[in-house]
Nanobody, 117 residues
Framework: QVQLVESGGALVQAGGSLRLSCVASASNFRLYALGWYRQAPGAQRDLVATITSGDTRNYVDSVEGRFTISRDNAKNTVYLQMNALKPEDTAVYYC???????????WGRGTQVTVSS
């Protein structure tokens, strides 16, 4: 069983930056596709960004140009650098790993990001 632990969430003012980290307990981490999702209060969980084992990155339109997903296979860690934060970015952010036929197999417990106006 793979465990994912997110960190880095905080309260930040609009226009500020945060970097989220997610450490995975997986011996074959380098083979996994990885993703970041977010869930705002009363809303569904939405995809934010993904990165493949080959470092191909994709972003939802609302964060394109502001957020950057990256990975460090030596540290079993995936990052989400978030710049120019907006109040609408407020959500619990989750990392996910190992894309399969039914979506990502493993999920973290989330980290809270709150952006004040």
């Amino acid at each position: 069983q793979v465990q994912l632990v997110e960190s880095g969430g905080a309260l930040v003012q609009a226009g500020g930056s945060l970097r989220l980290s997610c450490v995975a307990s997986a011996s074959n981490f380098r083979l996994y596709a990885l993703g970041w999702y977010r869930q705002a209060p009363g809303a569904q969980r939405d995809l934010v960004a993904t990165i493949t084992s080959g470092d191909t990155r994709n972003y939802v339109d609302s964060v394109e140009g502001r957020f950057t997903i990256s990975r460090d296979n030596a540290k079993n860690t995936v990052y989400l650098q978030m710049n120019a934060l907006k109040p609408e970015d407020t959500a619990v952010y989750y990392c996910a790993a190992d894309w399969g036929a039914s979506g990502f197999k493993y999920w973290g417990r989330g980290t809270q990001v709150t952006v004040s106006s």
